[in-house]
């Protein structure tokens, strides 16, 4: 038996040890290796490789070529026109358009790395909510692990009453009832803290992640009345949403310049038989388009529009954004409202009443109907007590989130 009780010890010692108990800090640091934040951030070195592509111009062409050669013998040295040429060419801009391309690009890959730490913010708001949802399931387990203690504490009682006749079978039954169904709760809460171990493992990238609850800054969620300021320092959506429309700008920049073609300059080199003793040849050539198709007016009408777009996104976000945070500050005042009441009065009015209840109910003066009405009353109230925290903590970090505060320390 001995070796047994130290097999199941140091079981139980191994499983613990492989749980990874995290700071919130911790947390944080490891989101930044989150799959969707590295994929973004690779995004954005991608399109700043394609700003250096697009705003290339391009490699010089050199060329050889056999120039007026008959045809019937091939010989170089027959016509003195015949000879072979070496020439250069080069793409060159009269604009700074290609300038305007890399800009361009750059605010696109811009936008990506600020995606990227947007990301990394939303998975900090999950870090958040799942930190407490686990609040709140530990609160419930706590708030069903006492009510089990005072019923059972009950079910004694009942179970004297009933052996001195002063209460019926049927009441000694639905205490014990009672006493089952608060551990069937214990039961299912255990459950969901399960689940939500298994969402922390997705969120960190490992298996058998733990947070340790006592690392959670709770007290940034409402440091300095943060509903009162107006804090934009890490608010990336709204800086993408600039980003694009600074690329859509420059963009029409560069599309409007394109009206004035590029010049492709050649210089050539003709190695003569020099049978008419004038040497070789040299030349040179300018070579541009007519800007006489419809193709550069329609890219310049549809970089426009893609402008309208890019602005009318950015105007629609900031009215959309006071809209939350206006509707976030409420529903918090609003809950905040309810819990005053609730931990000022109701609950304490709850408490109370169980209480009396209970010492009546062990002098025989009151039905177990109304000593469970009590209990479940009392639990409701507290659960719900329970529920308004969590919902309030989620909206100071929903209200931070779109606020643009930071997240953690």
């Known amino acids: 038996m001995g070796n047994i009780r130290i097999f199941f010890l140091l079981t139980q010692i191994l499983m613990a040890s492989s749980v990874f108990a995290l700071t919130f800090n911790q947390a944080v640091i490891e989101l930044e290796k989150h799959n969707t934040v590295l994929s973004t951030l690779d995004s954005s070195k991608a399109m700043q490789a394609q700003a250096e592509v697009q705003s290339s111009w391009g490699d010089p062409k050199f060329m050889i070529a056999a120039k007026n050669v008959p045809k019937n013998n091939f010989d170089f040295n027959v016509s003195p026109m015949t000879g072979i040429e070496f020439s250069l060419a080069k793409k060159i801009p009269l604009t700074h358009k290609y300038s305007k391309i890399y800009d361009s690009f750059n605010h696109k890959a811009n936008s990506y790395q600020l995606q990227a730490q947007n990301i990394k913010r939303m998975l900090i708001s999950q870090l958040w909510f799942l930190a407490i949802e686990r609040k709140k399931l530990t609160d419930d387990l706590n708030i069903s692990k006492e009510n089990l203690d005072w019923i059972s504490k009950m079910l004694k009682i009942s179970k004297k009453l009933y052996s001195n006749g002063k209460i019926s079978q049927q009441a000694l039954l639905e205490v014990q009832i009672r006493k089952s169904e608060l551990e069937a709760e214990i039961s299912n809460t255990n459950y969901e803290l399960q689940k939500l ?34 804090l934009n320092t890490f608010d990336y959506q709204q800086r993408i949403l600039e980003e694009k429309l600074d690329s859509e700008q420059s963009n029409v920049t560069a599309h409007k310049l394109s009206y004035i073609p590029d010049i492709n300059l050649a210089v050539g080199y003709t190695k003569r038989s020099d049978l008419d003793r004038n040497g070789d040849f040299v030349g040179a050539s300018v070579t541009f388009e007519l800007p006489f198709s419809s193709q550069k007016y329609a890219n310049v009408e549809n970089s426009i529009q893609l402008k309208y777009a890019a602005l009318k996104n950015l105007k629609d976000y900031e009215l959309k954004k006071n809209e939350t945070l206006n509707m976030a500050h409420s529903d918090i005042e609003k809950i905040k409202s309810d819990l005053i009441i609730l931990n000022n009065k109701t609950i304490h009015f709850a408490q109370n009443s169980r209480d009396i209840t209970a010492k009546s109910y062990g002098l025989g003066k009151t039905t177990y109907f109304e000593l469970l009405s009590a209990e479940l009353k009392l639990q409701k109230l507290l659960l719900k007590r329970s529920s308004l925290n969590a919902t309030l903590n989620k909206k100071y970090v929903e209200y931070k989130f779109v606020n643009g505060e930071k997240l953690y320390e």
């Open 197 to 230: 171990r298994l969402q922390l493992d997705y969120l960190l990238q490992k298996k058998n992640s733990e947070l340790n609850l006592d690392s959670i800054p709770w007290n940034l969620l409402k440091h300095k009345d943060s509903l009162n300021s107006q």
